[in-house]
């Protein structure tokens, strides 16, 4: 099994900053794809950017040019620096990690973390 541990979520001002980790342990062999996706009140969850193992992002427009996904590989950890925070991106981060066995990837959901953005 993977278990991932997120923290970093909280309230904050508009236009301001914070920054998620997500650590993942357990039956890790290979991480491919590790992420970040948000799910608003009434909201379907949506991708909010993802990073390869080989570094290569991919965010979603809403958050491009203020959002910054990065990864360290050696600690199996994944953060999202999220700046410049809008009310809009009050929601519940969840982190997401595709972990390879046997030549398929198997996907694991974090617990999810609170992030509140007053106006």
């Known amino acids: 099994q993977v278990q991932l541990v997120e923290s970093g979520g909280g309230l904050v001002q508009a236009g301001g900053s914070l920054r998620l980790s997500c650590v993942a342990s357990?039956?890790?062999?290979?991480?491919?794809?590790m992420g970040w996706y948000r799910q608003a009140p009434g909201k379907q969850r949506e991708l909010v950017a993802t990073?390869?193992?080989?570094?290569?992002?991919n965010c979603a427009d809403s958050v491009k040019g203020r959002f910054t996904i990065s990864r360290d590989n050696a600690k199996n950890t994944v953060y999202l620096q999220m700046n410049s925070l809008k009310p809009e991106d009050t929601a519940v981060y969840y982190c997401?990690?595709?972990?390879?066995?046997?030549?398929?990837?198997?996907?694991?959901w974090g617990q999810g973390t609170q992030v509140t953005v007053s106006s």
């Open positions: 357990g039956s890790i062999f290979s991480i491919t794809v």
């Open positions: 990073i390869t193992s080989g570094g290569i992002t």
């Open positions: 997401n990690v595709a972990v390879r066995r046997f030549g398929m990837d198997y996907a694991y």
